[in-house]
């Protein structure tokens, strides 16, 4: 084939493959979502080891629901993506001690010069490697491996309180599903007795304001439980948002009647905090990105030494490689003056370091702050259990003494009332200490670090 007849085919295949004039290439959308996947089932998502997370329309359990919080939390999401730039970052710095290569070919022809003349045809293949500042390279990649531990240890702060939240959350559910079923049971009874004192009345035994009070009773026990049943409600939606679901339907949670005492000392708990929170690690791996900062500054006071090599093998006559060339070179680089940038720089090194070493200590105290709070609020909870059963078993006592006492026709029905309310209320309050107790427990396990 003559030169004439391959320039002349290149440049068909260049016209074949651009667009036609005026075309524009619009970039490919994705497809839209499908709203019953947005609202319904998280069912076609898979975990990180590729089975299937729960469907939200089952009956969720509370490693259910952090899993799938896991999995959709947009903080987990971002935290992921910044691990994952930060390792790129640490590849880029690598690169710099890699050699870089490249190939070119060039052919030229003028279409007016004799058909003896068939152009100049250049080809070359080399490589090279260039390091200046070896030791600044090297430093700056111990840099980004710090960053990038400091990214994952941000992932799993972020996963931490994401359990937190969800564990939280999951107990408010179940506190507030509670809730309805003892304000349902009072409402009976409630029910129960505005029935008995209107035939107690019918009878000529009790006066119309029994039947009037037991009747107010009644309404006001039912709008308390129109109340507790909207709390369950809004207890869903917020598990649902931290879920990072959307869902119009209730979420049906296993319950979870009692919760293991957990013990441990604050001394214990203190010094967990500080071996494993991710922040505390990352505070320290902080202060060595700034000692190395330090270092990085001071050694524009010394020599930089750079080290270049290359490799080149080119011809001017067909493919034929037959010139190459090769070349090594190394240098040193003295400072001399540079405007006080050097010393700034230290400067600002150091006072980055000294404010580093301060971010750290202030992080400690808050830290043993979380910790000392969450202990208190669970041993708290711890001795409020015993005395609310205490207070139950009392109160249920007094509330079917009063009954009996009201059914013989001996007592008034505000002291019956009064029973039956000091009742629900100490339900209410067993119910409120178990899950403070489950709460406390999550709140000091997410201080100390640990799940």
């Not at 531990?149 to 931490?160: G, P």
Request: proline share 3%.
């Amino acid at each position: 084939m003559s030169m004439r007849t391959f320039l002349l085919f290149l440049m068909g295949v260049v016209v074949s493959v651009l667009p036609a004039a005026g075309e524009v290439i619009a970039p490919q959308q994705p497809p839209a979502p499908d709203a019953s996947v947005q609202v319904h089932g998280l069912t076609a998502q898979t975990r990180a080891d590729g089975t299937a997370l729960p469907d939200i329309n089952g009956t969720l359990s509370l490693q259910d629901c952090i899993d799938l919080a896991l999995a959709n939390s947009p903080s987990m999401i971002s935290a992921q993506l910044a691990a994952q730039n930060a390792r790129v970052n640490l590849n880029l710095a690598k690169s710099q001690f890699l050699p870089t290569a490249s190939a070119g070919f060039d052919s030229r022809y003028d279409m007016g010069a004799s058909v003896h003349d068939h152009g100049t045809t250049n080809a070359q293949i080399g490589a090279n490697l260039t390091l200046s500042g070896v030791t600044d390279i090297a430093r700056n990649v111990k840099m980004k491996q710090a960053a990038v531990d400091q990214a994952d240890l941000n992932v799993q702060s972020v996963q931490q309180d994401i359990i937190r939240n969800v564990r939280k959350g999951y107990y408010v559910l179940l506190a507030a599903q509670r809730a309805v079923d003892i304000r349902t049971k009072s409402r009976d009874l409630y029910q129960d007795q505005y029935k008995r004192t209107s035939e107690y009345y019918r009878l000529g035994l009790r006066p119309k304001v029994d039947v009037t009070t037991a009747e107010v009773n009644l309404n006001n026990e039912s709008l308390r439980l129109i109340r507790a049943t909207n709390s369950v409600k809004t207890a869903s939606a917020s598990l649902a948002n931290i879920l990072g679901v959307v869902t119009p339907n209730l979420l049906t949670v296993e319950m979870i009647e009692d919760f293991d005492n957990w013990e441990i000392t604050l001394d214990e708990a203190v010094n967990t905090a500080y071996q494993n929170r991710p922040d505390v690690q990352s505070a320290q791996l902080g202060v060595r990105i700034s000692q190395m900062q330090l270092s990085q500054a001071r050694a524009g006071l010394f020599p930089t030494l750079s080290f270049s090599a290359g490799y080149t093998k080119s011809g001017d006559s067909g493919l034929y490689l037959d010139n190459e060339s090769a070349r090594v070179g190394v240098g040193i680089e003295i400072p001399l003056f540079n405007a006080f940038k050097t010393y700034n720089g230290i400067k600002q090194a150091q006072i980055t370091l000294e404010n580093t070493h301060n971010s750290t200590r202030s992080l400690l105290n808050n830290v043993f702050l979380q910790v000392q709070k969450a202990y208190i609020a669970l041993n708290e909870a711890a001795e409020s259990i015993p005395l609310a059963k205490l207070n139950v078993a009392k109160a249920k006592e007094n509330m079917q003494l009063a009954r009996g006492r009201y059914n013989e026709g001996i007592g008034d029905i505000i002291a019956l009332k009064d029973a039956e309310v000091a009742y629900t209320d100490a339900e209410l309050s067993l119910l409120t200490a178990r899950y403070d107790y489950a709460s406390a427990v999550a709140d000091l396990k997410q201080a100390m670090g640990t799940y």
